[in-house]
């Protein structure tokens, strides 16, 4: 699944040699950390936030088929930025 994020999120941006995904499983739910450049974060998230949606899905759908729950968030490498990136809204 990691691998899955990463080569669509790869795809997305301008650098992606600095794209790194950490895998953050939980009790119930497994968590995939997207951080990106500052730059690139606009080309992840997509107007409207539309792109960030469809990997979610995508990642949502796929895990499924696995048996297991997985959210997607994103986080720009940015140690001004004071917002701790998007999360998934409930």
């Known amino acids: 699944m990691k691998q899955l994020v990463e080569t669509i999120v790869k ?3 301008d650098t992606p040699e600095e794209v790194v995904v ?3 499983a939980g009790d119930q739910v497994t968590t995939y950390e997207i951080k990106v450049a500052q730059s690139d974060a606009g080309k992840v998230i ?3 936030g539309r792109t960030v949606q469809a990997i979610r ?3 949502r759908a796929a895990s499924a088929r696995s048996g297991i729950v ?3 968030q ?3 490498m940015n140690d001004e930025q004071t917002d701790g990136g998007l999360e998934e809204e409930q």
Do not use: Y
Request: net charge negative.
């Open 57 to 59: 899905t995508l990642v």
């Open 46 to 48: 997509g107007k409207q």
């Open 70 to 72: 997985a959210t997607v």
């Open 11 to 13: 795809a997305l941006v």
């Open 74 to 76: 994103i986080d720009s």
């Open 22 to 24: 950490n895998e953050i």
